[in-house]
């Protein structure tokens, strides 16, 4: 990776950063405040969240038939998500450890804060739930696997791949064969300082 596109992709999370930062700031200066795992809202806007909530059997009479034919195939599909949890959660807790890689923490990526929204009732709770566990699930698993393909085999693809990890920009260039091994050495090094890898192969001078 040259020097440029080093440069441009620290510029580019430094953005994302910074945008993430000034929206949530804006948004919680606007409508609510967070209290460490509370959000709490103004009295006036927690009064009209409730008056907008619609009940559950209004709810039900007025849901989109469709939605509730296929919700047992939806839900069916927390086993196979429980299980996939519990599976690479056990990989991380036993191989991270031993191979030097910082853990990942759940509670950066699973979000439970839907369910303090007076406006939906208990089942659009539920739905919120649900929803914030399998994208979380899926984003802490991502990262996890991410860690691990940095460990093993930090090479770009030659194709161009969609939805790649956010460690996958850093990797070195398909092909880039000279000092390999001490390169890879040196990803792994970073991982267990918990570091992006490009700050690693390319420390800043």
Not at 48 to 56: D, I
Not at 160 to 174: C, E, I, P, V
Request: hydrophobic share 40%.
């Amino acid at each position: 990776m040259n020097e440029k596109i080093r440069q441009l992709l620290d510029q580019m999370s430094a953005l994302e950063n910074d945008l993430r930062r000034e929206v949530q700031e804006q948004e919680a200066n606007v409508l609510y405040q967070i209290k460490g795992k509370k959000v709490e809202f103004e009295a006036a806007v927690k009064q009209a969240h409730r008056q907008l909530k619609t009940g559950f059997f209004r709810w039900l009479v007025t849901y989109r038939p469709q939605n509730l034919i296929t919700g047992p195939i939806i839900y069916s599909m927390i086993v196979p998500l429980v299980l996939l949890d519990l599976c690479v959660s056990f990989y991380q807790l036993t191989c991270f450890p031993i191979y030097g890689i910082t853990k990942v923490r759940r509670g950066d990526y699973m979000v439970f804060d839907r369910q303090q929204l007076d406006y939906l009732n208990f089942i659009e709770k539920f739905h919120c739930a649900y929803c914030a566990y399998g994208n979380g699930l899926l984003a802490y698993i991502t990262e996890i696997i991410g860690r691990t393909e940095e460990y093993f085999c930090p090479i770009k693809h030659a194709r161009k791949m969609l939805g790649a990890h956010s460690r996958y920009a850093r990797f070195l260039a398909y092909g880039d064969a000279e000092d390999y091994e001490a390169k890879l050495e040196k990803f792994r090094v970073g991982l267990g300082n918990n570091q992006l890898s490009d700050d690693v192969i390319h420390p800043k001078k």
